[in-house]
């Protein structure tokens, strides 16, 4: 065990005692303490403090493992039986429940031997359900992300503690959809606003590319002004200013067919930021009134990508109001994928993917043990 700059070894020489009673069925026993259990090489307080600092002290279980002079087995296993306990412990009640997707790795390619062409051979997810608004931080993480599995997790939870569940963020997926309808009937899905702004981002982008290679017959260049625009068109208008503005405006205009088209698939994008920019107490006729804005300048245009836009938030709109009227979102989602892909540059990428889960998962209920502890040390 570490103490000052160098390490201490403790050696204990223990009696081994033997029964002469000849039917004795044991014959022999050594001495044992309790910081010291029988047949263990190491004691209850290094066993802990490895654990420990295999947990919150280090990067990973090697470093912890190479600071308390054992072998990597052996960190492992003393950080499974430090995090184990409260990882295992019964679920807090929640209200509001985030899920989003994780890759586990990167994904590997085949290429087909017939047509030449590169296709995802093995492409690993975990889903990952979190307290989004509250500090209980990771509750689960899944293998996969189809909604069977999403949906036995839930159904595998007491009734009372699904009951307590009124809202669920999720990111326009259509599986983790289906599993909140099946397992919690009676909580609301939400869509994250994130993710809505980055969709029209995604039109926009599409219609960009589309309007040059149908007036120019080619990918765009430098000297194309929607091209040159492309950044600053993904920006919001508040985020501009007015010369820069103005100046991009007069050259998409100058460019003919393809600045308008874009031009209109930028105020499309806008006016769909100016209805999630909503408040949640605002009233529900100005929502509608800037639903009917929104519809009203996709149908005035004949661009089939503003059009797929619009489908898509008419057939998202319960989940689209819900996220205007609660004010909630997948952020805390976000930041723990953030905070797993950290942990596995950290370790170098994991083989077994229950071992990434478990480390996952305590990092990112960090929070939550941090405060249980504080009030647990408050005088009753």
């Given at each position: 065990m ?5 390490p201490v070894?403790l050696?204990?020489h223990?009696s081994?005692w033997?029964?002469r ?12 303490l ?17 654990g420990?600092g295999a947990a ?6 090697l470093?912890a ?5 054992v072998?990597?087995?052996?960190a492992h296993?003393a950080?499974i039986?430090?995090v184990?306990?409260a990882?295992a412990?019964?679920?807090?009640a ?6 989003d997707?994780?890759r586990?790795?990167k994904p590997i390619?085949?290429q087909?031997?017939?047509t030449?062409r ?13 307290d ?17 599995a999403?949906?036995?997790w ?29 397992a919690?009937p009676?909580?609301?899905i ?8 980055a969709l029209?981002n ?15 017959g080619?990918?765009?260049?430098k ?9 600053r068109l993904?920006l919001?208008?508040?985020r501009?200013t ?7 405006w007069?050259?998409?205009l ?8 874009v031009?209109h ?5 806008e ?5 999630l920019a909503?408040p949640?107490?605002t009233?529900?006729?100005?929502i509608?009134?800037?639903l009917?804005q929104?519809y009203?300048?996709?149908a005035?245009c004949q661009?089939?990508?503003?059009h797929?836009l619009?489908e898509t938030i008419?057939t998202w709109?319960p ?6 009227t609660t ?5 805390r ?10 942990v ?9 993917p229950?071992n990434?889960?478990r480390r996952?998962?305590?990092?990112c209920t960090?929070?939550?043990?941090r ?10």
């Amino acid at each position: 065990m570490p103490y000052g700059p160098d390490p201490v070894r403790l050696v204990w020489h223990k009696s081994r005692w033997r029964c002469r009673e000849p039917l004795c069925e044991r014959g022999s026993f050594t001495e044992s303490l309790p910081q010291v259990p029988t047949r263990c090489r190491l004691t209850t307080r290094l066993y802990e403090q490895v654990g420990a600092g295999a947990a919150d002290g280090y990067a990973c279980v090697l470093a912890a493992a190479d600071a308390h002079g054992v072998s990597w087995p052996v960190a492992h296993a003393a950080f499974i039986a430090h995090v184990t306990p409260a990882l295992a412990a019964d679920l807090p009640a929640v209200a509001v429940l985030g899920i989003d997707e994780t890759r586990r790795g990167k994904p590997i390619w085949e290429q087909d031997s017939v047509t030449g062409r590169w296709r995802v051979l093995h492409d690993r997810w975990h889903t990952g359900i979190v307290d989004a608004a509250g500090t209980a931080g990771l509750l689960a993480h899944i293998d996969g992300r189809t909604a069977s599995a999403v949906t036995e997790w839930l159904q595998g939870q007491p009734d009372s503690w699904k009951q307590q569940v009124t809202h669920v963020t999720i990111d326009l997926s259509a599986s983790y959809a289906k599993a909140v309808r099946d397992a919690l009937p009676c909580a609301v899905i939400v869509a994250d606003k994130f993710h809505l702004v980055a969709l029209g981002n995604q039109m926009l982008t599409e219609v960009r590319q589309h309007a040059t290679r149908a007036a120019r017959g080619r990918r765009g260049r430098k000297k194309d002004p929607e091209w040159a625009a492309r950044r600053r068109l993904l920006l919001g208008y508040e985020r501009h200013t007015t010369e820069g503005f103005t100046r991009m405006w007069n050259a998409l205009l100058d460019a003919g067919d393809p600045g308008e088209e874009v031009l209109h698939a930028y105020i499309v994008k806008e006016q769909l930021r100016r209805l999630l920019a909503l408040p949640p107490n605002t009233d529900r006729e100005l929502i509608r009134h800037r639903l009917w804005q929104f519809y009203q300048l996709a149908a005035d245009c004949q661009i089939p990508e503003v059009h797929r836009l619009a489908e898509t938030i008419e057939t998202w709109w319960p989940a689209v109001e819900a996220a205007i009227t609660t004010g909630y979102s997948n952020a805390r989602s976000e930041g723990y994928n953030r905070l797993a892909k950290h942990v596995g540059r950290n370790a170098f990428g994991f083989r077994n993917p229950a071992n990434q889960r478990r480390r996952i998962r305590w990092v990112c209920t960090r929070q939550h043990r941090r405060l249980s502890a504080r009030k647990t040390a408050l005088p009753g």
